[in-house]
């Protein structure tokens, strides 16, 4: 061991202790932060599933490959960054010995070439992703890039560290081979040796190349340990976990269902709660759940969220992305406040650190962690909100930011839970809820209409729509759920028509309940009003247990038009006892068309492009039945370039329905532009909701003459109707 060896080996073991103590505290200041966050039992079992889950997500890459050769290039980062942790270790005895090797596996070919593999896959994956950063830079245009607003120093840090550790690894291994010190067959490092052999022999090369193998990864903990908020490097070992206590155990991300308002880890019971003691919803950081916090600091801030939103691309101030790395440097600038024992009333009024002594334990609270402690969580720049209310308001709740996160954040749920304390607790939201709150809750509807117009859709059909008169009849095999949009809304009508007469010429039984249905109460419970949710939930539970009475899990079955009120007995009302089997129209239409109960003979002969429900499509994964449907009806389909899981909203959810669009291109309109880019005669969806935001905003693009007057928007069923009854009118023998 000569002196360069000794100083350089001191060095690397001196710069570790640092490091090693730095990352310890920052790791046990995090994680007491993240326990400050609201107590969920749900997240920790079952076991082998969750750890399953987390064994595919993360060697299998399942979400990152969504987005091709950049899903690659991180896969061999990770794997870089996992498998090389070995050769770190290795190098602390190469650096005071550069003969030396790890015991056993060292000279083991099959470990070096996986070491070969690791070290070119790592540079390469490195600067492809800095490749990708680059070009997909702000500088580009507004709002194009998915990294507008992300940290591009840390990241740059990040992805060259990840270069030089290749670099490293590969530099001190072609030196031991030039210096006669490297065992393994050029078969196993065919580089390691082409290297080698143009490098001059230099042990202390070798040690020098370990030292700084050692020093660049030591300075990178350091850096990451002052920087408790850089997600982009923290998520590294924070996904493990986020992945492991996401919300759904069998793998599925956080769609479908909101999830429960929960108060000290139990769902919240509206006839006990106390506004003073209990949770209602998140008005505070410290209302999040502990696996919002651990959401909050495993953002990495790579945008895909972004990219994805409705709001973000028609100008509107909401970013997925930035909401909640907002939420993640609020949450940690205030920690210490709230770590000390903090805690302010529903008034703003200090109620946890009181007493004779108040003050001194004030006065040792770092000076920013107490104003942190003053900002709102949600309010407008005077003052000096967290999250602006147009932020929160702008969420339609597609949940393409939920589908495309890499690393299972919730944004969706914590959305939600801010709504729910804006409108419960502060009596805050925008003015047209107000009404729309009123008319659910006093008629039942969003539109205020009365109950006894429910079946005014049936009026002019040739056939008598069989309504439930108080008991089903066993060869009953269906509940028909017409929806509010279904009975109310002129155009929506047209798809209850249309479906009631297909469902009447396949044979099916069913029923349809009239005056007796009411909201399920999807509008209201996006919009962050629990209380009316529950109230018409509870309700309409208690009314489909009464019409099911008596019949077995199976035969329990529920046929809806509305792709809200379908994901809501589908999968909300379960919480509230109400099980039900629930299918969309559009998967009972495909079935009927399988099974020949429905022979589409004269083909539509038009050309159609098919609008992803948000409700049907990411957050129940009903892609195929519809576009079937649309090619059974014998029309030439054209695909939108945003499409399935990447599906453009409409603008309708999260009861922005019923909110004027006041900011930015209407969401609507931007989708209509995107079909009329396919150039159909026929726009077709399997929602009411989408129906009417897409025949608005086509009614727009016809009146400036940017769409021709014949194109038009329909339901699939439509479609389908119009195959079959030309059909039976051309050919009634083969009519169905």
């Not at 090797?101 to 070096?112: D, S």
């Not at 081979?177 to 082409?194: D, I, K, M, N």
């Amino acid at each position: 061991m000569g002196a360069l060896q000794l100083v350089l080996g001191l060095i690397c073991l001196a710069a570790t202790v640092v490091a090693v103590v730095m990352v310890v505290r920052t790791v046990r200041r995090m994680v007491s932060s993240i326990r400050i966050g609201q107590p969920d039992p749900t997240r920790t079992g079952p076991v082998a599933a969750r750890l399953r889950n987390v064994v595919v997500e993360v060697l299998g890459h399942t979400r990152m490959l969504k987005w091709g050769h950049v899903g690659v290039a991180h896969w061999l980062v990770m794997a870089g960054f996992i498998g090389l942790s070995l050769t770190v270790l290795e190098a602390y005895f190469e650096v005071f010995h550069p003969p030396s090797h790890l015991p056993l596996i060292g000279t083991w070919p099959v470990w070096n070439l996986v070491v070969e593999l690791l070290g070119i896959g790592t540079v390469l994956g490195g600067f492809w992703l800095i490749g990708v950063r680059q070009v997909n830079h702000p500088r580009r245009a507004d709002r194009v890039s998915r990294f507008l607003g992300s940290n591009f120093g840390q990241a740059y840090f990040v992805e060259a560290v990840v270069v030089l550790e290749g670099i490293g690894i590969m530099g001190l291994r072609a030196f031991k081979q030039a210096s006669g010190l490297f065992e393994a067959p050029v078969w196993a490092a065919p580089v390691t040796h082409a290297l080698g052999g143009i490098l001059p022999a230099s042990t202390a090369a070798v040690s020098v190349f370990a030292a700084f193998k050692i020093l660049s990864a030591m300075i990178w903990l350091m850096v990451i340990a002052r920087i408790i908020t850089m997600g982009v490097a923290w998520h590294r070992f924070t996904a493990f976990f986020n992945i492991y206590f996401k919300r759904e155990d069998d793998g599925g991300v956080a769609l479908g269902a909101v999830k429960p308002m929960m108060s000290a880890g139990k769902p919240l019971d509206f006839e006990e709660a106390d506004p003073d003691t209990d949770v209602f919803g998140a008005g505070k950081i410290e209302d999040f759940s502990w696996k919002g916090w651990l959401d909050f600091t495993t953002c990495t801030e790579c945008g895909r969220c972004q990219s994805q939103c409705p709001a973000w691309n028609t100008a509107k101030p909401l970013s997925p992305k930035l909401l909640i790395t907002s939420l993640r440097d609020h949450a940690y600038a205030k920690a210490p406040y709230l770590l000390a024992g903090g805690r302010k009333d529903m008034a703003g009024d200090e109620v946890g650190i009181t007493g004779d002594d108040a003050e001194a334990k004030l006065a040792k609270i770092d000076a920013l962690a107490l104003a942190e402690a003053e900002r709102p969580l949600i309010g407008g720049p005077e003052e000096m909100g967290v999250i602006d209310p147009d932020v929160l308001w702008s969420c339609t709740s597609c949940g393409a930011c939920v589908e495309q996160c890499p690393v299972d954040i919730e944004h969706v749920d914590h959305i939600v839970d801010m709504r729910r304390y804006q409108v419960m607790i502060e009596s805050n939201f925008p003015t047209e809820l107000g009404g729309m709150f009123k008319n659910l809750e006093n008629k039942g509807n969003p539109w205020g209409q009365n109950a006894k117009d429910r079946l005014a859709w049936t009026e002019g059909l040739d056939f008598e729509v069989p309504v439930f008169d108080g008991e089903l009849a066993e060869d009953v095999e269906y509940l028909f759920w017409v929806g509010c949009a279904g009975a109310f809304e002129d155009r929506a009508k047209k798809t209850t028509q249309a479906v009631a007469e297909l469902l009447h010429m396949a044979g099916v039984k069913y029923v349809v309940l009239g005056p007796e249905e009411t909201c399920t109460g999807d509008p209201a419970r996006r919009a962050g009003n629990e209380f009316i949710f529950q109230m018409l939930a509870q309700q309409n539970v208690e009314v489909l247990n009464s019409v099911f009475e008596g019949r077995e899990p199976g035969k329990r079955k529920i046929v809806a038009t509305c792709a809200h009120c379908f994901n809501s007995l589908a999968n909300e009302y379960s919480q509230l006892g109400g099980d039900f089997e629930v299918v969309h129209h559009t998967q009972l239409l495909n079935k009927l068309v399988r099974e020949k109960r429905l022979t589409p003979v004269a083909p539509v002969a038009e050309d159609v492009t098919y609008h992803d429900p948000c409700y049907l499509g990411r957050h129940n994964k009903v892609y195929t039945p519809p576009r079937d449907l649309v090619g059974a009806s014998g029309a030439t389909f054209r695909e939108m370039p945003r499409h399935a899981d990447r599906s453009m909203c409409c603008g309708a959810g999260g009861a922005r329905m019923w909110m004027e669009e006041r900011i930015g291109k209407r969401i609507n309109v931007e989708r209509v532009d995107e079909a009329l880019g396919t150039a159909p005669s026929k726009i077709a969806t399997g929602c009411p909701f989408c129906k009417v935001m897409l025949s608005d905003g086509l009614t727009a693009r016809q009146s400036e003459k940017v769409a021709s007057e014949s194109v038009e928007v329909v339901d699939v069923a439509q479609l389908l109707l119009t195959a079959v009854k030309r059909g039976e009118n051309e050919n009634p023998e083969d009519s169905s």
